[in-house]
């Protein structure tokens, strides 16, 4: 039978790495982007070809969440075999000062292609991957966190999951469809949106040790979180649409960091050794070598509510599903360290030849 996948929130990091994953398994795979002023897919133009040539395989739509007709039609003329939902407002810092439009888009709009699967009469054909997370959690009730650990979001993003979560489940419980939610615990890779706090750091690492910039700004550095590498956390999200049961399924490398050590992993990778002294908001990092601070605090970066601590167990995902991580977090660090490092690079010489100015806000 010919697969076919729909993917929303294509041109974000997951969706880049999902479409390369499920192309080279010979799917045919469309994906629903925003319109925008710029084109906004530097993530998926290596996939991209021409519509005009014969048999392609990756082809965008346009569309957005928050359009339930929008969603209908782009369902009812691709008449997929599989949706992965990843489209999302993904930003836990941005939910609480768009706490509407996040539920809008990631409540609402996990509903409405679940409705919109209902109405054309694709609930026994098509099966729904939900991008659920570990930030349901929340709150700590018990650690290592697994499938059956209470829910107890701590931001509007981590509500609007959890409505993502349940409509999921009770679609799959009333309706009999092959619904999944995947809680994925942190993953990055060079391809994270760069207000990510690890995108951040290791821009941050590669541009102090080029002289592109002076100080980085974070905000808490105490939150242990459980990351991973993306490309390896596609996989099982194409894996749970491959069961003969849908379930749900935690995604996770079983290890936690502070935001703290991850700064001085990144920052070894540049050859900088950073100092800590002080504490809460008056902790600096220095640069041993000339004893500069190179990293401060800075509350503005807090979150009202935080999630202090994620550890997740992927043991059902191992079990049922053969699914470990590839990648240890040194491994990620050097993946998005190299990247970040070759990309600045390219940036220093065009500065240098005055071409270009740098953003660093986040
Ligand atoms: P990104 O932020 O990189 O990508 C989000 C995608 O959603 C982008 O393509 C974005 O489009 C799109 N999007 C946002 N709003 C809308 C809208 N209104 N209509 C249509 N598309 C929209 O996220 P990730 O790739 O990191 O994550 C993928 C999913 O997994 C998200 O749902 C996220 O919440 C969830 N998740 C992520 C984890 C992680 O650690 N990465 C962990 C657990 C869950 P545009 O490019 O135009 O902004
Ligand atoms: P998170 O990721 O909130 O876990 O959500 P993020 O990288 O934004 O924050 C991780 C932790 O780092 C702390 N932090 C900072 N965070 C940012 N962004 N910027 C900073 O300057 C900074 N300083 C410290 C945060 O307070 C937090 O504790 C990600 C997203 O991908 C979600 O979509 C996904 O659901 C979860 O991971 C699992």
């Known amino acids: 039978m010919k697969k076919v996948a729909l993917i929303t929130g294509v041109t974000g990091q997951d969706g880049a790495y999902l479409s390369e994953l499920l192309l080279s398994k010979g799917y045919e795979v469309h994906g629903i982007k925003r319109r925008s002023s710029l084109f906004n897919t530097e993530r998926i133009d290596h996939l991209y070809t021409d519509l005009h040539e014969k048999d392609v395989k990756f082809k965008l739509h ?3 969440m928050t359009d339930s ?3 209908i039609r782009i369902i009812q003329e691709v008449q997929p075999t599989e949706i992965y ?6 930003h836990v810092k941005v ?3 768009m706490p509407e439009y996040t539920a809008n888009v990631d409540a609402m709009g996990t509903l409405r292609i679940l409705e919109a699967i209902r109405t054309l009469g694709l609930e026994k054909s098509c099966r729904f991957y939900q991008a659920s997370t570990s930030e349901l959690y929340g709150k700590v009730q018990e650690v290592p966190q697994t499938e059956k650990t209470p829910f107890y979001p701590r931001s509007p993003y981590g509500v609007a999951k959890l409505y993502g979560f349940w409509i999921v489940k009770n679609y799959r419980e009333a309706y009999g ?11 990055e890779s060079p391809l994270r949106g760069e207000t990510f706090v690890t995108r951040k750091i290791t821009r941050a690492a590669a541009r102090i040790k080029l002289g592109l910039q002076s ?7 105490d939150a242990q979180r459980d990351w991973g590498h993306a490309k390896d956390y596609v996989e099982g999200m194409y894996l749970m649409l491959q069961q003969e049961e849908a379930q749900d399924y935690v995604l996770a490398t079983n290890v936690t960091t502070t935001v703290r050590d991850f700064v001085s992993k990144a920052f070894k990778r540049a050859d900088i050794d950073v ?20 990293v401060e605090v800075d509350p503005n970066y807090f979150r009202p509510t935080e999630v202090d601590l994620l550890i997740g167990d992927a043991s059902k995902a191992e079990k049922e599903l053969g699914w470990k991580p590839k990648h240890n977090l040194d491994e990620l660090i050097d993946d998005m360290m190299a990247s970040d490092l070759a990309l600045f690079q390219r940036d220093k010489y065009l500065m240098e030849g005055g071409h270009k100015v740098v953003n660093t806000n986040e």
């Open 177 to 187: 469809m092959y619904a999944c939610n995947g809680i994925l615990f942190n993953h």
């Open 215 to 221: 100080k980085l700004y974070l905000g808490n550095l």
């Open 69 to 71: 007709s929008n969603i």
């Open 62 to 64: 346009y569309g957005d």
């Open 85 to 90: 939902n990843l489209a999302a407002q993904s």
């Open 95 to 97: 939910s609480f000062e």
């Open 275 to 294: 100092v800590w002294e002080g504490e809460g908001v008056n902790e600096k990092g220095r640069n041993k070598a000339n004893n500069e601070v190179i």
